[in-house]
């Protein structure tokens, strides 16, 4: 079993054949008729696009992924290239003030971004240090997506680390969400109402809150229903689902400027939230779209390994 789409962003002469198959043209939104989400083909940098995407409207939750900075393989892409630094750091400081100008005044703020350990960690600090220039937003945590192959490993560290930012703005809804973990820890004893108590007793529920290293978050790979062929950056299902279930309200708007293969637009479908989301490709404007109507026409997350375009045979 392979995938039946390859990278899309490394592959410009099937990037030509999926084009005529995309319904938005760069600029263009789609709005969806059934829930009211809205993906469009626009650049995050571009000031006036993210207002017409909001059209007045503010975001309750906004989860950005942005592009790393980080050269993956071989890859030299517009997608997965490496500017430099400081061509890469205004880019973000454009797309962060534009999210900013849209955001709900109680609202969490959450940025994936990588950290490249054999280039002194960057655009981790950078984007760090410019986060402080916007002193409305708190830092909340620093939560780590994977357990990495490296420290006590002879060989094969993998050197680029994958973390998620979060910050709020005024006093944003929090719900406490757990994990699949089952608690083994014992021994933490108190006296409750004169009774001594061990904490399993005393805990709401059996199983482990995520914390700030969710190792329970398995990497996306073609086996896995959600899997998207086509996109080599795809955040895992369960990940974004968190984020929907404990920092918004049902019924909340989500704003996600870097929707690639539509995860954040699923994970609000499915929790009852709006999302209002963008990509600057028409391909990964499309596919987010053909996600949300594939999950409602057969509740399945993704396409495992067949292709999202059925047109086009390779
Ligand atoms: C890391 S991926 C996002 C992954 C997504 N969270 C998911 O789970 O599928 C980044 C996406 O940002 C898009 N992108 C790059 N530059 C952009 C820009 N200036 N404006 C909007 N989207 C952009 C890329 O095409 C890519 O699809």
Redesign the pocket.
């Known amino acids: 079993m392979r995938e039946q789409l390859p990278r899309l962003?490394t592959h410009p002469e099937l990037r030509q054949r999926l084009l005529p198959y995309c319904r938005l043209q760069p600029g263009e939104i789609w709005e969806d008729p059934v829930a009211g989400h809205r993906v469009g083909v626009?650049?995050?940098?571009d000031e006036t696009a993210v207002q017409t995407l909001m059209s007045g409207a503010k975001a309750d939750l906004i989860?950005n992924?942005?592009?790393?900075n980080l050269r993956v393989g071989q890859a030299n892409t517009p997608?997965l290239s490496k500017q430099k630094l400081d061509d890469y750091m205004a880019?973000s400081r454009r797309?962060v003030e534009n999210a900013l100008a849209v955001t709900a005044v109680h609202a969490h703020f959450y940025i994936?971004l990588g950290a490249d350990v054999r280039d002194q960690f960057q655009p981790l600090p950078d984007f760090m240090l410019l986060m402080r220039q916007y002193p409305a937003l708190r830092p909340r945590n620093l939560i780590t997506l994977r357990n990495q192959r490296g420290y006590g490993t002879q060989q094969n560290w993998m050197w680029v680390r994958q973390e998620l930012l979060h910050y709020v703005q005024g006093k944003p809804p929090f719900h406490v969400v757990y994990t699949d973990i089952p608690k083994i820890l014992r021994g933490y004893y108190k006296q409750v109402n004169g009774q001594r108590t061990e904490n399993l007793q005393r805990s709401k529920a059996q199983t482990l809150r995520p914390g700030n290293v969710w190792v329970d978050v398995q990497q996306v790979f073609y086996r896995m229903k959600e899997n998207?062929p086509g996109?080599y950056?795809?955040?895992p299902l369960k990940a974004?689902e968190r984020l929907v279930q404990s920092s918004s309200d049902e019924g909340a708007l989500l704003l996600?400027?870097?929707?690639?293969?539509?995860?954040?637009l699923l994970a609000a479908e499915r929790y009852g939230r709006r999302v209002y989301t963008?990509?600057?490709?028409p391909i990964?404007a499309e596919i987010t779209i053909r996600r949300l109507e594939h999950y409602r026409a057969s509740g399945e997350p993704g396409w495992q390994w067949h292709s999202p375009f059925p047109e086009i045979s390779l």
């Open positions: 962003d626009l650049d995050a940098a989860i992924d942005p592009p790393y997608h880019f797309w994936w998207v996109c950056a795809q955040k974004i996600d400027l870097f929707a690639h293969s539509g995860t954040t963008a990509d600057n490709d990964f």
